[in-house]
């Protein structure tokens, strides 16, 4: 069973940083996109910054120059550098990956259990 597990969240005051991790574990042959949504109360879950396997990224507007999204293909392991956070980034962040089972030829797509981030004076 593979599982998505971040850590990082917590309260943080306007101008501050956080950084999040997500550490991918159990049966995996290989991972494909890896990437970081987010959901505000009463919001719709939306894409923050995504990852390809060969190092290409993507971010929301909202957070270009701010964020930055990184990978560690050894540990299975994808980071969200948040820096300059704002009130309107306070949300639950999910942890999203498209992983290949090992002893599978197919992709299956996991999320974490999301971690809160809270940006607040």
């Known amino acids: 069973q593979v599982q998505l597990v971040e850590s990082g969240g917590g309260l943080v005051q306007p101008g501050g940083s956080l950084k999040l991790s997500c550490a991918a574990s159990g049966s995996i042959f290989s991972i494909n996109t890896m990437a970081w949504y987010r959901q505000a109360q009463g919001k719709e879950r939306e894409l923050v910054a995504g990852i390809a396997s060969g190092g290409a990224t993507n971010y929301a507007d909202s957070v270009k120059g701010r964020f930055t999204i990184s990978r560690d293909s050894a540990k299975n392991s994808v980071y969200l550098q948040m820096n300059s956070l704002k009130p309107e980034d306070t949300a639950v962040y999910y942890c999203?990956?498209?992983?290949?089972?090992?002893?599978?030829?197919?992709?299956?797509?996991?999320w974490g259990q999301g971690t809160q981030v809270t940006v607040s004076s």
């Open positions: 999203y990956g498209i992983l290949q089972v090992a002893g599978t030829k197919s992709e299956y797509r996991y």
